[in-house]
């Protein structure tokens, strides 16, 4: 029975029974088997074995197995114990940047070198190879969205902490990445993210340019309209 972290401990058995179907991967199975039971130690010293093992691979059997981790982790979200720094440091990302100086124009390394390192250049080169990728297309649309939360989050407290042009630059670039998908319904969530965002920035725009009476902070004059957002709390330390 787990009492807490239950989808990341099942998450790691699924995994377990995923990559011991592929031989040279029995090694990382055990690790994963050890990491549920809480055998930190044992887990990762199973883990170096398997990762020292890896190193002598041929370049082909290398980056089939490397897919397969690659593939099996994405099914597996909730398995945050898995992708470990030496895992990803001594091979998957050493195999993805070999591949992409072989071959720049390989779909698979750029999409999960993107992924994995949240890569502008290689996502977007990738999604350029597969339009229809979804998480390729939600993760440049995140990270635009990124670049609006950080200029608004301090709405709250009526402070824009980038110029109009470049908030509004940042939502551009979200809607253009929902809007040419193939099926933008997939981006429903992030589209109604994206609405709000733009309808907050033009309030703010209206804010600046006429505050009415009393109503002299933000989050209140837009409140008196009716348009209700959700602000993040700001927390102030002292030493």
């Known amino acids: 029975m787990y009492y807490c972290d239950k989808a990341n401990f099942e998450g790691l058995l699924g995994l377990a029974s995923e990559l011991e179907k592929t031989p040279e991967l029995g090694m990382l199975a055990e690790y994963c088997v050890l990491r549920e039971k809480g055998l930190r130690s044992k887990a990762l010293a199973r883990l170096d074995d398997f990762l020292s093992g890896a190193a002598l691979w041929e370049i082909g059997l290398a980056r089939r197995n490397v897919l397969i981790i690659l593939q099996a982790n994405e099914r597996t979200p909730a398995a945050r114990q ?27 390394p750029l999409r999960w070198s993107g992924l994995l390192r949240s890569d502008s250049n290689a996502l977007r080169c990738a999604l350029s190879l597969s339009l229809g990728d979804i998480p390729l297309r939600r993760r ?3 990270k635009a969205l990124d670049v609006v939360y950080y200029a608004t989050h301090h709405l709250s407290e009526s402070m824009l902490l980038l110029s109009i042009e470049e908030t509004r630059a940042a939502i551009a670039t979200a809607r253009q990445w929902i809007t040419s998908a193939p099926d933008i319904s997939s981006f429903a969530d992030l589209s109604a993210e994206t609405d709000q965002y733009e309808q907050m920035v033009d309030d703010w725009v209206a804010y600046r340019q006429s505050p009415v009476g009393k109503l ?23 030493d």
């Not at 898995?82 to 124009?105: A, C, G, K, N």
């Not at 933000?218 to 709390?233: I, N, V």
């Open 140 to 142: 440049l649309i995140e």
């Open 82 to 108: 898995f992708m470990t720094h030496p895992l990803l440091m001594r091979l998957i990302h050493p195999i993805l940047d070999q591949w992409i100086d072989d071959d720049p124009s390989a779909f698979e």
């Open 216 to 238: 002299d902070v933000f989050p209140q004059w837009c409140q008196a309209r009716r348009h209700t957002y959700s602000w993040p709390a700001v927390f102030y330390y002292k």
